[in-house]
């Protein structure tokens, strides 16, 4: 019903900058909060940044000052803006949406597939 695609990972030098993209398509009625999570290897699973329906914001303290969230509701697309890039961000990013879809009552979390980003000189 509904697909998350991410775009935008790659190869970035510490200090450097990349913008991540997040799509959502399909049977769409409405999303309310979209977030990035990443997932380095070992490790376990973490939020990186949520934003609401509203543009409100919230971020993890490891990336505060650095990575911006934002969102085009018109496009029912979320973005990840990365300055400033550290080693330790190199992870799988990935794109979370909770989404209504259509002809469905209930509220529901949709993932994307993961964008590799890897941060390294």
């Known amino acids: 019903q509904v697909q998350l695609v991410e775009s935008g990972g790659g190869l970035v030098q510490p200090g450097g900058a990349l913008r991540l993209s997040c799509a959502a398509s399909g049977r769409i009625f409405s999303i309310g909060a979209m977030g990035w999570y990443r997932q380095a290897p070992g490790k376990q699973r973490e939020l990186v940044a949520v934003?609401?329906?509203?543009?409100?914001?919230n971020y993890a303290d490891s990336v505060k000052g650095r990575f911006t969230i934002s969102r085009d509701n018109a496009k029912n697309t979320v973005y990840l803006q990365m300055n400033s890039a550290k080693p330790e961000d190199t992870a799988v990013y990935y794109c979370?949406?909770?989404?209504?879809?259509?002809?469905?009552?209930?509220?529901?979390?949709?993932w994307g597939q993961g964008t590799q980003v890897t941060v390294s000189s």
């Open positions: 979370n949406a909770n989404v209504r879809a259509g002809g469905r009552l209930s509220w529901d979390d949709y």
């Open positions: 934003t609401t329906s509203g543009g409100s914001t």
